[in-house]
């Protein structure tokens, strides 16, 4: 089982920037991040395949998020700009060999890292 280790969450002002990153022990199909808000449930945002030749977003993310990786380092990273005070969550980096999609079954997961956006 690959081991998930997120880093890079903070807090911020809405408009602001944050960039995600999650150290993986060993390499996959797909990764992806998801994120939890209190009271909701874990919500796909973004996902890659190991050979970046296909990413997808969730709707609510798109223009302003941009998943990418490094395979020599066998790092996930999530570029968030413009962030609202809605995208405040548990942020989630997640790998799977399964099917690459941005619902939650299938993947293994990290720890999780907290963003919070201010208004």
């Known amino acids: 089982q690959v081991q998930l280790v997120e880093s890079g969450g903070g807090s911020v002002q809405a408009g602001g920037s944050l960039r995600l990153s999650c150290a993986a022990s060993?390499?996959?199909?797909?990764m992806a991040w998801f994120r939890q808000a209190p009271g909701k449930e874990r919500e796909g945002v973004a996902a890659?395949?190991?050979?970046?030749?296909?990413?997808i977003y969730t709707d609510s993310v798109k223009g302003r998020f941009t998943i990418s990786q490094d395979n020599a380092k066998n790092t996930l990273y999530l570029q968030m700009n413009s962030l609202k005070p809605e995208d405040t969550a548990m942020y989630y980096c997640?790998?799977?060999?399964?099917?690459?999609?941005?619902?939650?079954?299938?993947?293994?997961w990290g720890q999780g890292t907290q963003v919070t956006v201010s208004s």
């Open positions: 060993g390499r996959t199909s797909c």
């Open positions: 997640a790998a799977t060999n399964g099917y690459c999609w941005l619902r939650p079954q299938g993947y293994f």
């Open positions: 890659i395949r190991f050979d970046s030749s296909a990413t």
